[in-house]
């Protein structure tokens, strides 16, 4: 599976992006998905999965209420809407693919990576 990530770019505080992932290769139904994120001199850390079927989400305590996941089975992709951007959200964000399933908070239960999207917001 080679997944590329997309989407990121320069935004004001308060501002929104929308961050996508596209899978290649294979499908990613079965696959359980994620985002992380890493700030500059900081360790990659969690953000957002949501389970194969969709029914299931997940936040990082960070982000919850702000950022919504989402998944498009059909096109093989997988988002994550950003609002209410803040200077701490600045970082390179990673969409990433996981087949044995949770704790999906934790790096080493993914599989398969994308090559990450800069999102940067300016105060």
């Known amino acids: 599976v080679q997944l590329q990530a997309s989407g990121g770019g320069l935004v004001q505080v308060g501002g929104s992006l929308r961050l996508s992932c596209v899978a290649s290769g294979r499908t990613i139904v079965t696959y359980n998905m994620g985002w992380f994120r890493q700030a500059p001199g900081k360790e990659r850390e969690f953000v957002a999965a949501i389970s194969w079927s969709g029914d299931n989400t997940y936040y990082a305590d960070l982000v919850k209420d702000r950022f919504a996941i989402s998944r498009d089975g059909t096109k093989n992709t997988m988002h994550l809407q950003m609002n209410g951007l803040k200077p701490e959200d600045t970082a390179i964000y990673y969409c990433?693919?996981?087949?044995?399933?949770?704790?999906?908070?934790?790096?080493?239960?993914?599989?398969?990576w994308g090559q990450g999207t800069q999102v940067t917001v300016s105060s």
């Open positions: 990433a693919a996981n087949v044995a399933g949770p704790p999906y908070n934790l790096q080493n239960r993914y599989n398969y």
